[in-house]
């Protein structure tokens, strides 16, 4: 039996300032979220971008977002820790996309059921806010092939083909 995990809503705040709610924010049919726990996981979130810029230049249907995950105790320094994030960016398709979360962390890793908080996660989520594959860690070979496996399957699940829902969840 298949579980069927969903995106919990949480509110988050692009480095553009914008305030958000997720899942409702992500504006693709098919989304990559990357989610970081550690300033030191932006490594692994960057190995990810080549692979998602070429994938999303052939699909306009999916889009792709970096989530920095950050306790609840660095909150009341968010316009700090947000504004030397988008400093050293100061690309605008990148300020957007990148989606900070402040508060409780469970509230992101328990419903999506990420054990893991040493790496990354990166996690697959249609339109409906349900997951469809998840892996952690940086840009790896297998991984991608894995991911683009899903993202195969999702575009013929919403075509109306008999495709089978995988990944490492």
Do not use: C, K
């Not at 504004?83 to 398709?93: D, E, F, H, K, L």
């Amino acid at each position: 039996m298949t579980r069927h995990i969903v995106f919990p809503t949480v509110s988050a705040r692009n480095l553009q300032g914008l305030d958000v709610v997720l899942p409702d924010a992500f504006e693709g049919r098919r989304n990559v979220v990357i989610v970081a726990f550690q300033r030191q996981h932006q490594s692994l979130v960057d190995s990810w971008i080549p692979w998602l810029v070429e994938q999303s230049a052939a699909d306009p249907d999916l889009r792709f977002y970096e989530l920095p995950t950050i306790a609840r105790m660095w909150a009341p320094v968010r316009r700090f820790i947000d504004g030397g994030m988008a400093s050293a960016i100061r690309v605008p398709a990148i300020l957007q996309r990148t989606l900070t979360i402040y508060g409780d962390v469970a509230r992101i890793t328990t419903p999506l059921e990420i054990t893991d908080r040493s790496t990354v996660a990166v996690l697959l989520v249609d339109d409906s806010a349900g997951v469809l594959w998840s892996a952690g860690g940086g840009f790896d070979q297998a991984i991608a092939a894995e991911l683009g496996r899903a993202l195969d399957l999702a575009r013929e699940d919403e075509s109306g083909g008999e495709g089978e829902r995988t990944g490492r969840s």
